[in-house]
């Protein structure tokens, strides 16, 4: 599902601010878990975003299963601002360390702060 997110963007060039957290999608509340055991239905799912420093709008998002790595989409959020963008920086925590994500970085002629 592709989604388009409106935004206002901040002046000069983004700031891209990146990272991913789980979320459960359904399931039993955890006092029922702990009471009777975990559920065969418990569903997790992974978003990884990306949002602009200056206005904290969201500028990228994908959602996958829980077990997708966080490396792998960076490039794909890169590829949701488009190229007349100019990207500064994108600051992400250390599971971005990675050569692709290096590469995608540069692609984009912006600096890593990982």
Known sequence: LDVTIPYRGSKG???LLVDSTGIKVEGE???HRRKHGASKRRVRR???IGIDEETPEIRAVEVTS???GDAPMLPKLLKQIGLDRQIATVTADGAYDTRACHDAIADRG???II
């Open 29 to 31: 509340g955890e006092w």
């Open 46 to 48: 992974k978003i990884h």
């Open 66 to 68: 829980s077990n997708a």
């Open 110 to 112: 912006a600096a890593a």
């Open 13 to 15: 060039p983004l700031h």
